[in-house]
């Protein structure tokens, strides 16, 4: 049974970081893409950023390119997103996601078999 448990987020003002985590459990952590999403009040769910299962490939929304970097630890299971710069616009929860085996990161949320509970995030102007 994969369990996927997020931490770290808040309200934090613009501007600001907030560094999210997603510990992983369940099964080989170090051989799966991983991946962040979020899903504000009213919209759908959308790709923030992927990292592929050795993290030699990542790729990321256009709406974070520049401000936010994902990165995984495999000897701990767990991916991060460090998210700079911060927008009243990036409020959501934030969804931890993993992927396929050993395959490349995917911004296609069908490639997603498990996901965590999620994270709020709150971006004050």
């Known amino acids: 049974q994969v369990q996927l448990v997020e931490s770290g987020g808040g309200l934090v003002q613009a501007g600001g970081s907030l560094r999210l985590s997603c510990a992983a459990s369940g099964r080989t952590f170090s051989t799966y893409t991983m991946g962040w999403f979020r899903q504000a009040p009213g919209k759908e769910r959308e790709f923030v950023a992927g990292i592929s299962w050795n993290g030699s490939n990542t790729r990321y929304a256009d709406s974070v390119k520049g401000r936010f970097t994902i990165s995984r630890d495999n000897a701990k299971n767990t991916v991060y997103l460090q998210m700079n710069s911060l927008k009243p616009e990036d409020s959501a929860v934030y969804y931890c996601?993993?992927?396929?085996?050993?395959?490349?990161?995917?911004?296609?949320?069908?490639?997603?078999?498990?996901w965590g509970q999620g994270t709020q995030v709150t971006v004050s102007s």
């Open positions: 996601a993993q992927g396929g085996r050993y395959s490349s990161s995917s911004n296609n949320e069908r490639s997603y078999g498990y």
